[in-house]
C-alpha cells in the first residue's frame, strides 16, 4: 500500500532546537488549501492507502486540515496527524477538539515528546491530548525524541507514570539539530531495513523518504522531483523502481555499509538515519554503490 506524508505547511508554534522539519526554512511556507483538497483526490486515485500530516504544526491550520482529513475518509485513506499538542491547554479544549478530529474522520494522533518539545509546550498537554483520545476513543500514541542520554530518564519516566502508549525514537542530527553532537549508539548488528514513505512538501517538492531525506543536501539522493511538473504516478513510481532504494527497503543499511567498507564496529555506533546519512550522502560513496548496484544486490547470505 502506498504511504505518504504530507506536508501542509513548515509553520510551528514553537522552535524545538532539534526540529527537522523545520530547519532548512526559516520563512515558514504553506500548501494552498485547493491544491491540497485536489491532491488529496489524487492521491487516492494513485492507491495512496494512508496519509500523515506533518512538517510544522498542522492543528495550527485545523479547519483546512480537518477538511483534508474528511477528504481522506471519503476515499477510504487511513490519516494519521502529527502534532505537538499545543492545543491541549485545559481539558475541555483538547476534548473538544479530539472530539472534532474524530467527528471528521481522524485514524490516528501522533503526539511528539522530547526534552526539547517540552521547553516550549507543557508536558501535561500531552498527557491531556493522551487522556481526550482515549475518552473520545481516537487512537493515538506518543512519538517520544530522544538522544537517548541520561537526561531523557525523566521524560520516558512520566510518560510511564501516566500509562502513555509511547515509542522512543532516536533523534535526527539533521536540520537543526545537524549542529548536536552525535552521541554513539550502541544497537544490535541489525538489518535497518527502511519502509521508505514519501514526503511532500508544501511547494510540492516530492522525496523517497519521510525522515531525514530532504536533508541530504550533498546528494539530494531521496529528491524524486516536483509536481507542478511531474505527475503524482511518475514520482511514485521512480521511488518505487529505483534499485538503491528497493536494497534500502529489502537488504537493509547495515548490510549496504558493510559491503562499502564500514566496520562492524563502527556500524552498531549508528541509529538507523544516521548510518543511511553516512552512506547516502555522500557523493564518492553514493556514486561507488550506484555503479555496483548489481554486485550489492548479490551481497546476500
Ligand atoms: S513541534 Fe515539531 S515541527 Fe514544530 S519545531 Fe518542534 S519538532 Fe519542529
Ligand atoms: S533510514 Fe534513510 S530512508 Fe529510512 S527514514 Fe532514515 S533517512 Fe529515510
Not at 8 to 37: F, L, Q, W
Request: aromatic share 10%.
Amino acid at each position: 500500500m502506498r504511504k505518504l506524508a504530507f506536508g501542509y505547511s513548515t509553520r510551528c508554534t514553537i522552535r524545538c532546537a532539534h526540529c527537522v522539519a523545520s530547519g532548512d526554512h526559516p520563512n515558514s511556507i504553506k500548501m494552498d488549501h485547493e491544491t491540497a483538497k485536489g491532491l488529496i483526490l489524487e492521491l487516492a486515485r494513485a492507491g495512496v492507502g494512508g496519509v500523515s500530516f506533518s512538517a510544522g504544526e498542522p492543528m495550527l491550520y485545523r479547519n483546512e486540515i480537518g477538511e483534508l482529513v474528511k477528504l481522506c475518509r471519503h476515499s477510504s485513506i487511513y490519516t494519521r496527524i502529527v502534532t505537538n499538542s499545543f492545543w491541549a491547554r485545559t481539558d475541555e479544549v483538547a476534548d473538544q477538539l479530539v472530539a472534532e478530529l474524530k467527528e471528521n474522520g481522524l485514524c490516528q494522533l501522533r503526539l511528539s515528546f522530547s526534552r526539547w518539545h517540552q521547553q516550549h509546550v507543557s508536558r501535561d498537554n500531552i498527557l491531556r491530548a493522551a487522556q481526550s483520545c482515549r475518552k473520545i476513543g481516537l487512537e493515538y500514541f506518543v512519538s517520544f525524541i530522544t538522544d537517548f542520554s541520561e537526561e531523557d530518564d525523566p521524560y520516558e519516566q512520566y510518560l510511564r507514570d501516566h500509562g502513555l502508549t509511547f515509542f522512543p525514537e532516536p533523534v535526527i542530527y539533521a536540520g537543526r539539530a545537524e549542529s548536536f553532537d552525535r552521541r554513539k549508539i550502541f544497537t544490535d548488528y541489525q538489518a535497518n531495513c527502511c519502509e521508505m514513505n514519501p514526503y511532500l512538501t508544501p511547494d510540492l517538492h516530492m522525496y523517497g523518504c519521510c525522515d531525514a531525506g530532504s536533508h541530504f543536501s550533498e546528494t539530494n539522493f531521496f529528491y524524486l522531483g516536483s509536481l507542478n511538473d511531474t505527475p503524482l504516478e511518475q514520482l511514485f513510481r521512480k521511488s518505487e523502481t529505483d534499485p538503491m532504494f528497493t536494497l534500502i527497503r529489502t537488504m537493509g543499511i547495515t548490510n549496504i555499509a558493510s559491503y562499502a567498507g564500514m566496520s562492524g564496529r563502527e556500524i552498531i555506533t549508528y541509529s538507523k538515519c544516521e548510518l543511511c546519512r553516512q552512506l547516502f550522502n555522500s557523493p564518492e560513496t553514493l556514486s561507488r554503490l550506484r555503479a555496483e548496484v548489481h554486485k550489492l544486490s548479490a551481497w546476500r547470505r
